[in-house]
């Protein structure tokens, strides 16, 4: 499983929060985590992007222009499993 982290500033606070979630989370489960920063050539090689800052799994948006908490993340992360 991919979780990826869509941001503005890889060095900004949301960025930060969203990255030790997901550090958090890949503890427990098998997911791999993919940073994309708005603006790079992979962003705008998609059609169609998540607003920044963002959180998705598997390609599917679990949060627009926000952070999640490690449990949120979990959460999500079980419904897909289920």
Do not use: H, W
Not at 11 to 28: D, F, S
């Amino acid at each position: 499983m991919l979780l990826t982290l869509y941001v503005n500033d890889p060095m900004g606070q949301r960025c930060r929060i969203n990255m030790e979630a997901a550090k958090k989370v890949q503890e427990e489960f098998p997911v791999q985590i993919q940073v994309i920063k708005k603006g790079s050539d992979e962003y705008n090689r998609q059609d169609a992007p998540p607003p920044c800052p963002s959180v998705c799994l598997d390609g599917r948006v679990l949060k627009e222009y926000g952070v999640m908490s490690s449990e949120d993340i979990k959460k999500e992360l079980m419904k897909f499993l289920l």
